[in-house]
């Protein structure tokens, strides 16, 4: 078992970012879990299945392997042997993602490949569940988060710096309010707090800020 940091936390809350600072600081592997979540909903969005249908998705994933390379200390995803790192990022993905995640069938196929990582590797590993169920050993926990409107924010300036001209900070709000909804009451594994986390509300906080404090913690 290697070093391992989780942090955990809502949509938008900016652990990816963080996290990957964190990793080069340290010399440790960045894994971003909802990588993994978005490759297998790139598979349920391919075939047509509703995301309400779990008894098509567990059924599927049976059909489906997932695979992480590090290519130059940066993760790759591979579905089915395909390296679909450069599509996972899109709204589409990340709500299938959201709403596929609440099945048994789904979490338990990613479970192993994220703790045998852990296992392998130094890690900073990001997503809904590190703290409380993925690595409940965990050298240190964060539960990174900040409130709806400043994430929506962040999101909206992103989108509009990237020329994205029919971005709505309204709906951005309510899709972010969404998804903590949902990732927060389902059945397995939800978003919480491990009761051994460090909360940070990164809201007013600068990047800067927020990576010396995480630093800090794992001195
Ligand atoms: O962090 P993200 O936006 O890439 O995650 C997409 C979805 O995947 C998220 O809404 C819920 C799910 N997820 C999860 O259930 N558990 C994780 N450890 C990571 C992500």
């Known amino acids: 078992m290697g070093y391992s940091i989780a942090i955990d936390g809502p949509?938008?809350?900016g652990k990816s970012t963080i996290a990957k600072l964190i990793a080069k600081e340290r010399g440790c592997i960045y894994v971003d879990t909802g990588a993994m979540y978005r490759a297998m909903a790139i598979y349920f969005l391919r075939q047509g299945i509703a995301a309400e249908d779990e008894v098509a998705i567990t059924e599927a994933c049976k059909d489906i392997e997932v695979v992480i390379k590090y290519e130059g200390n940066v993760q790759n995803v591979y579905l089915n042997s395909e390296n679909v790192t450069s599509i996972l990022r899109t709204e589409?993905?990340?709500k299938m993602a959201s709403a596929s995640s609440v099945y048994g069938a789904v979490r338990a196929?990613?479970?192993d490949l994220q703790r045998k990582l852990a296992e392998d590797y130094d890690v900073?590993?990001?997503g809904r569940d590190i703290g409380t169920h993925v690595l409940p050993n965990a050298d240190v926990k964060i539960y990174m988060t900040a409130s709806v409107e400043e994430r929506a924010n962040?999101?909206?300036k992103e989108l509009v710096e990237k020329g994205d001209t029919?971005?709505?900070y309204e709906k951005i709000k309510a899709d972010i309010a969404e998804r903590d909804y949902r990732d927060m009451n389902r059945e397995i594994a939800p978003l919480k707090q491990a009761e051994d986390a460090i909360l940070l509300d990164t809201s007013d906080m600068s990047i800067e800020e927020v990576v010396n404090a995480i630093i800090a913690y794992c001195r």
């Open 124 to 126: 900073v590993m990001d």
């Open 109 to 111: 196929k990613l479970l």
């Open 166 to 168: 029919s971005a709505d």
């Open 92 to 94: 589409e993905v990340g």
């Open 154 to 156: 962040r999101r909206y």
């Open 11 to 13: 949509a938008g809350a």
